[in-house]
């Protein structure tokens, strides 16, 4: 892969190319650092309403920081009627090509490499990992593969009626995270490893470390991130999830 919004993806613990990840593996490879993301225009935000005009097309923000987006990405929709998810470039009600950019890129990823998640108009909810029934659930899985394929990693998700829930990707200077440091990124990894479903903490941790711009070694059980300042020791079982964990400030 090269060119667009692709990255080759790298072997957790070789660094060589390796396979295209899968739905379940994009999940892991968005999710520590969407939650990053989605901590921080929180933070940006505040207490707020939305709204959208995708004619104009428009995202905006109001309340406590008002804000609107300089670019809005519809995603697609979850709809509780026919369980399923619909991307938006199938939508009967078109959209312009701005609108739907990310969405058919990501088709394009998931057609050249069989991810039928990515590259089918409609999604049935019993599909999707874990079988969810809740719009909301199916929107944020689809918008984590989204975020992993084209390295855009700002999300919201909003109610558009009937129970439906409609997936946005969008872009803001305030959006973009600060340099890291040791207490933020030490949030990220513990909040994450308690609140968020990964299916494996090494690929997660990994993804989240390169896609950061932080060190990332691999020696046997064990992984060292490091950034300016601070350095993270985790420690792995056979199943790739985390049994310890510790963070040191002060050290590169």
Known sequence: MS?????AWL???????????????LQDDAALLSFEHQLHL?????????ETDLAEPRFSFTGSHPLTCTRVHLLGSAAPGPKSWLWAWANPSGYRDEIIELA????????????PELSQAEIPFDAMP????????????????????????????????????????IE??????????????????????AD???YDHRRAFHAYAV?????????????????????????????????????NMGQQ
């Open 172 to 193: 803001h200077p305030e959006f973009v995270l600060p340099a890291p440091a040791g207490p933020r990124v030490s949030r990220v990894l513990q909040q994450g490893l």
């Open 104 to 115: 058919l890129a990501v088709r394009a990823f998931g057609e050249e490499h069989n991810v």
């Open 130 to 169: 874990g079988s969810p029934t809740d719009p909301a659930h199916v929107t944020a899985l689809m918008m984590e593969a989204t975020k992993a394929v084209t390295k855009q990693w700002t999300g919201y998700q909003g109610p558009v009626g009937g129970g439906t829930r409609a997936g946005f990707l």
């Open 42 to 50: 929180s933070e940006t935000i505040g207490e707020h309403a939305w």
């Open 3 to 7: 060119g667009g919004p692709f990255r």
């Open 196 to 198: 968020l479903h990964l």
């Open 211 to 247: 896609n950061r711009g932080l060190g990332a070694q691999h020696n046997g059980p064990q992984m060292y991130i490091s950034g300016p300042g601070f350095s993270v020791s985790v420690q792995f079982n056979p199943q790739n999830l985390v049994t310890a964990m510790s963070v």
């Open 11 to 25: 072997s957790v613990t070789t660094g060589s190319v390796a396979l295209v990840p899968t739905f379940f593996e």
